[in-house]
């Protein structure tokens, strides 16, 4: 099982990040919102829909969702709370 980081930003805009954040894992671009509309996060901010809600979700390598966290815009979340609930599985 591989983590993957998924935003509605293009696939260009990943490109930048993976560079400038020098980043291990692969970023998935859902320019058109189906995931975050599939995953129930969608937002209203500034007049767009469907913006992404700060959320991580682990998922196990048969599909099924194990553990959901969502954060306040701004917040910066605990990577070391995910990595213990990915250990467990």
């Known amino acids: 099982m591989q983590p993957v980081g998924i935003s509605r930003d293009s696939p260009w805009t990943h490109i930048a990040w993976r560079q400038a954040l020098d980043l291990n894992f692969g970023l ?7 995931v975050v509309r599939a995953f129930g996060i969608g937002v209203e901010f500034r007049g767009f829909k469907d913006i992404a809600m700060r959320s991580a979700f682990l998922v196990d390598d048969t599909g099924i969702v194990r553990a959901v966290w969502e954060y306040e815009s701004g917040t910066v979340p605990d990577v070391d709370e995910w990595l213990a609930a990915c250990r467990e599985l």
């Open 28 to 34: 998935l671009s859902d320019f058109n919102g189906d």
